[in-house]
């Protein structure tokens, strides 16, 4: 054996040890939907946060509606709670919309919206949570969700990988577990693409309840604030309307506390400065 024969060999062994030890991503074991959920869910989204949210509406004709709002949502042990608060256009300051998330899957979360005009606040069932949310693009469901997803709603398929927006994801498919749980959601399935590297979703296809495209998500300008992974854009297309959400996030900090009489109905009425 000469000695350009025994290099051969040596690097070729070296490459294999290296393999052996570093497999690429593909070679690694291939999580299933179910891990993949969890691993959502489980990323680190802080105890509190306070936001500026600024929506965008467009309609097929390039008609733009805008309205700002105030975004508080704080966690009580497992339980989590969020309340917006519209600041502007006019005729809509003063609307307040408060969720209750619980942690127990046979426990219903409870949604209160609280518009001036009515004078009142009115509890959303859970039969409205597949309900489009004060004229934008997004449920009821998908505001309280905000970054997680349901486990106890849908059944997860790890289907494959893509890249969006240069980053690498894993796509997971979303089947709801029963027609009344699609009939509540509005959905019939649900694609989405997970960055593997901070768990976070940044595009998700969602089919109506008939089986038909129905609108695309997407999550964009993820960027750390204060050590969190952060998005803030999100771009919503409805395919059947033609209609455009936009929402913009701005002044976001997961570092002030946030007064727990925030999160009720007394609240909810009477709104902050």
């Known amino acids: 054996m000469n000695k350009q024969t025994q290099k051969t060999i040596a690097i070729f062994t070296l490459l294999v040890s290296i ?12 999580l299933t939907g179910d891990e ?34 105030l975004g508080f949502r704080k966690y009580f042990g497992d339980e989590k709670r969020t309340v917006i608060f519209y600041q502007s256009p006019k005729n809509v300051k003063g609307t307040g919309f408060l969720t209750y998330d619980y942690p127990k899957a046979d426990v219903d979360d409870d949604q209160w919206l609280y ?6 606040v009115r509890r959303i069932s859970a039969s409205d949570r597949g309900d489009a949310f004060l004229g934008t693009d997004f449920s009821y469901e998908d505001i309280k969700k ?24 894993i796509i997971i498919e979303q089947i709801p577990i029963n027609k009344e749980v699609a009939k509540e959601l509005g959905y019939s399935r649900v694609v989405s693409s997970v960055d593997s590297e901070i768990w976070m979703t940044r595009k998700s296809e ?25 998005a803030h854009r999100l771009e919503v297309i409805n395919h059947k309307t033609g ?31």
Not at 51 to 68: A, P, S, T, Y
Not at 115 to 120: E, G, Q, S
Not at 206 to 230: A, C, H, M, P, S
């Open 115 to 120: 518009l001036p005009a009515m004078r009142k």
């Open 36 to 69: 993949i959920a969890r691993r959502i869910n489980a990323r680190d989204e802080g105890e509190s946060v306070s936001r500026k949210l600024v929506m965008e509406m467009i309609d097929r004709r390039g008609k733009r509606r805008e309205r700002v709002t």
């Open 19 to 30: 393999f052996l030890i570093n497999p690429p991503a593909s070679a690694e074991k291939k």
């Open 146 to 169: 905000e970054t997680k997803i349901s486990l106890e709603d849908y059944q997860y398929s790890n289907i494959g990988e893509e890249e969006v927006d240069g980053h690498h994801t």
């Open 243 to 273: 209609h455009l959400t936009n929402f913009t996030f701005s002044e976001v900090d997961y570092s002030e506390g946030i007064d727990d009489d925030l999160f009720t109905k007394v609240m909810l009425k009477r709104g902050v400065r």
């Open 206 to 230: 969602f089919w109506d309840v008939r089986g038909n495209r129905l609108k695309t998500i997407y999550t964009r300008e993820i960027r750390k604030v204060q050590g969190i992974w952060t």
